[in-house]
């Protein structure tokens, strides 16, 4: 299994995913701030990843800057609400417990995403081809992954005959980082452009849509990577299943709707980088009557008025 993340002797290493597929750099963070902005730009990536690498950043921090530490990394990423929630455990462990509570969370998010590749999988029938939008891998979650996991586990049981990866502009995550992930594992793909997503549906050629997701709201509303709500709008016009996999970190008792997610707006460079104007939005939002089924460790739900467990309580479902 791929590892973006260690801690050892008090150092944080980080795999730089920037750099992937072609260096593996890992990066040495022993503050708190060198985490946060290994957050910010990118080097960790994924909901559940960021949520652990946040819980150690903590862990990091000095005792009388234990807080001003909490609140530098919860700004790192506004969207994924993982990010807060862990901070906030190992808040309440405080400085004397914080690298506890942060091997807690990294053991915890690893057991959520077997279980959830396990459930995920039972959905799948014969030898589908599946498509995927940006990375939801080992790389995202410290685990086996979320909705790639469930397309892992799927094709060990005859479930899947090929993978299409949408490409992720304008970074480029399912190209650079799915394609990698799915190559090492021996998983048949085809990387796609973003676009070409409605042109395969309407010839038949994609079975289902498995998604991760950065935050779903009480109403199940589910905010993920910019361009997810374009694919369950045309999963919805062709009637192709569409899943959304992720742990209950993930889920936000305390955002009503998805119109009360913040959506990250990041630098326009990353869209122009000829310096023309640009509106460069990280995540968009899938309404909860476009979802077909929800999948989490403790199973599988149709997130439209459903109210699962708080995410502290999980590891005792």
Avoid at 25 to 44: G, K
Avoid at 172 to 178: A, E, H, I, M
Wanted: charged letters at 20%; proline letters at 6%; hydrophobic letters at 45%.
């Amino acid at each position: 299994m791929i590892a973006p993340l260690r801690f050892e002797g008090r150092v944080l290493e980080i795999l730089d995913q920037t750099r992937l597929p072609s260096e593996e750099v890992w990066l040495r963070c022993t503050t708190p701030s060198e985490v946060a902005q290994a957050i910010a730009r990118l080097a960790v990536r994924g909901a559940p990843a960021i949520g652990v690498a946040a819980a150690y950043g903590l862990a990091l921090a000095q005792p009388d800057d234990f807080e001003a530490a909490a609140e530098q990394l919860a700004g790192a990423r506004p969207t994924a609400v993982n990010l807060r929630w862990a901070l906030d455990q190992v808040r309440a462990a405080g400085p004397g417990r914080a690298l506890d509570a942060a091997r807690q969370i990294e053991r915890r998010e690893r057991d959520a995403t077997g279980r959830i590749a396990k459930h995920g999988a039972a959905l799948f029938g014969t030898a589908e081809s599946v498509l995927t939008h940006c990375n939801t891998g080992a790389l995202a979650t410290t685990g086996s992954g979320t909705a790639l996991g469930v397309i892992e586990a799927a094709w060990r049981d005859g479930g899947v005959a090929r993978v299409w990866v949408g490409e992720t502009r304008p970074l480029n995550q399912g190209s650079r980082l799915t394609a990698w992930e799915l190559a090492q594992a021996g998983i048949a793909f085809k990387v796609i452009t973003d676009s070409s997503a409605g042109l395969l549906m309407s010839r038949g050629e994609v079975d289902r849509v498995i998604v991760g997701a950065d935050r779903i709201a009480a109403n199940g509303d589910v905010a993920n990577k910019i361009g997810t709500y374009p694919l369950a709008v045309l999963a919805q016009r062709h009637g192709i299943p569409f899943i959304v996999a992720a742990p209950t970190s993930t889920i936000d008792p305390n955002t009503p709707t998805g119109a009360d997610i913040p959506i990250e707006e990041r630098d326009a460079s990353e869209v122009t980088p000829h310096g023309h104007p640009a509106a460069n939005y990280a995540f968009d939002i899938t309404p909860a009557e476009l979802v077909t089924a929800l999948v989490t460790e403790q199973g599988v739900t149709h997130p439209e008025g459903c109210h699962p467990s708080p995410a502290g309580d999980a590891a005792d479902a």
